[in-house]
């Protein structure tokens, strides 16, 4: 299986480094590390869409208080679909979609692949179906997700990962790894590639260095913003905790997430 990663979504928040651990001047570099997996039997394969054309196309339809937190840069060439068309590639030829959740800046492109299976966890699923409170409305966007039907929901059982729960999905040497907390059905997505295993986190954690050492450090906006998105922010501390230890116990995985450009350029 061959991987590709891709940056599907710029996010340039106030506040430079305080973000991202590295940016010199007012303005972080959040990226959305997404994948797409070139399969022997199941075609091809994405791992979150990033921002959409939809997105790109009207701004507003996404929450105007994350538009301006986030200062989100609608670039058409950045969403998966121009990037797969770069590559050679058609938007039908995409098959399956797995998710790690369903906030805005990881659904957005769903729609521009019309013929692909979604692959979620289905408490993630059930959670959306009524959203409530201030935060929920604006964090998770439906019209994103508006006229797909081709839903494959998973429970979390299954076989185990180097010591997680984890839930085979029908894509080979694909799994998804429940790591709720973030969201009610947040999930991390394991591939077999070339080279051994792989896991994008999603947004179990935020920066590079929550992970692969002894101790956490996050700049203090990133952690103050993981904070802010938690749905359950002690079993998110537990799975992280989890993944800091696993790193360090099997230094081999590959283990990114979501929004580290220096992650996404290492891998890249």
């Not at 670039?75 to 959740?101: E, N, S």
């Not at 299976?117 to 009524?130: G, N, P, W």
């Not at 081709?150 to 694909?174: A, C, I």
């Amino acid at each position: 299986m061959r991987i590709h990663h891709l940056d599907c979504g710029c996010m340039c928040p106030f506040g430079g480094a305080l973000f991202d651990g590295f940016s010199k001047g007012p303005r972080a570099h959040l990226c959305c590390h997404c994948l797409l997996l070139e399969t022997d039997r199941d075609g091809l394969v994405l791992v979150d869409t990033g921002f959409g054309e939809g997105d790109v196309g009207d701004p507003s339809r996404l929450s105007r208080m994350f538009r301006l937190l986030n200062n989100i840069q609608f670039d058409p060439a950045r969403t998966a679909v121009a990037q797969l068309r770069k590559l050679g590639f058609q938007a039908a030829d995409v098959r399956h979609i797995l998710l790690t959740h369903l906030d805005f800046d990881h659904a957005g492109g769903l729609a521009d692949f019309p013929n692909a299976t979604v692959h979620l966890m289905q408490d993630e699923h059930a959670a959306v179906q009524q959203l409530r409170g201030f935060l929920p409305r604006r964090r998770f966007v439906p019209v994103q997700w508006r006229g797909i039907s081709r839903w494959q929901l998973y429970r979390e059982e299954g076989d185990q990962w180097y010591g997680f729960e984890s839930v085979r999905s029908v894509v080979d040497d694909v799994l998804l790894i429940p790591l709720r907390g973030h969201t009610a059905g947040h999930a991390g997505i394991a591939v077999r590639g070339e080279d051994g295993w792989v896991l994008h986190a999603g947004d179990a954690y935020f920066f590079r260095h929550e992970i692969g050492q002894t101790s956490r450090r996050c700049p203090p906006g990133l952690r103050l913003y993981q904070r802010l998105m938690d749905t359950d922010h002690d079993r998110r501390v537990i799975n992280q905790h989890r993944l800091r230890a696993l790193s360090l116990e099997q230094p081999q995985l590959a283990i990114f997430c979501s929004h580290d450009a220096r992650e996404l350029a290492r891998y890249s």
